[in-house]
């Protein structure tokens, strides 16, 4: 059974002060891993999909990787506006179609201005 | 373009009742999943349809079903509500593999 661990559940910042967070997984053949903002009150909104270790993908202040156990959201000089919960998923290799993400708990991101 | 549209967006009912929930996708997005998410357990998939046919299913018991319609527009229907029904049912839609857009959900408490 596919496994998406996040840590640390919660992590305040100050604002300007750079931090990662973590996704570990276990997936019997990763096709993707995706990455999901999510404000309070609203669904899960796409950050990024990486596909292979090594891999890396940047927009704005965020940073993706992907190694073959886990991936990392870095987050360089926070803003306020990026407290949310982010949510790593998994998407398994198989045959024919399969659109079923498992998704980690996430982790609640305070940035404090 | 208008993004997911998930109605209704609070929905308060009581136990033994049943419920349905309605999404419709992004305009040429053929792929509709639902997902409930709970503080405890997080976001955990429910189904996934394509063309009006379930592709795929998670691990909810039979009260819980859906289905999708020509225009894939989606409803799932939950029956005998327990208690533990309570959660964010969101729906998802798709075009390519994976790269889901969410709807903002409906909040169902079960009392």
């Known amino acids: 059974e596919d496994q998406v661990t996040q840590s640390p559940e919660a992590l305040r910042l100050q604002e300007g002060e750079s931090s990662s967070l973590n996704c570990s997984y276990t997936v019997s053949g990763l096709r993707g891993l995706f990455w999901y903002r999510q404000d309070p009150g609203k669904g899960p909104e796409f950050l990024f999909t990486l596909y292979s270790a090594g891999e890396e993908k940047e927009k704005e202040r965020l940073k993706a990787t992907l190694t073959k156990k886990e991936s990392f959201l870095h987050i360089t000089a926070p803003k306020p506006e990026d407290s949310a919960t982010y949510l790593c998923a998994v998407q398994r290799r198989s045959g024919g179609s399969n659109y079923k993400l498992t998704f980690g708990k996430g982790t609640l991101l305070t940035v404090n201005p | 373009k208008a993004g997911v549209t998930q109605t209704p967006r609070y929905l308060i009912k009581t136990r033994g009742q049943q419920v349905t929930l309605s999404c419709s996708p992004i305009?040429?997005?053929?792929?509709v999943s639902w997902y409930q998410q709970t503080p405890g357990q997080g976001l955990q998939f429910l189904f996934e349809?394509?063309?009006?046919?379930?592709?795929n299913k998670g691990n909810f018991p039979g009260r819980f079903s859906g289905r999708q319609f020509s225009n894939s527009r989606s409803e799932m229907n939950v029956s005998t509500l327990e208690l533990g029904d309570s959660a964010l049912y969101l729906c998802?839609?798709?075009?390519?593999?994976?790269?889901?857009?969410f709807g903002s959900g409906t909040q169902l408490s079960v009392l």
């Open positions: 349809y394509f063309s009006e046919t379930q592709r």
């Open positions: 998802a839609s798709s075009l390519d593999q994976g790269k889901l857009f």
């Open positions: 305009s040429g997005h053929r792929s």
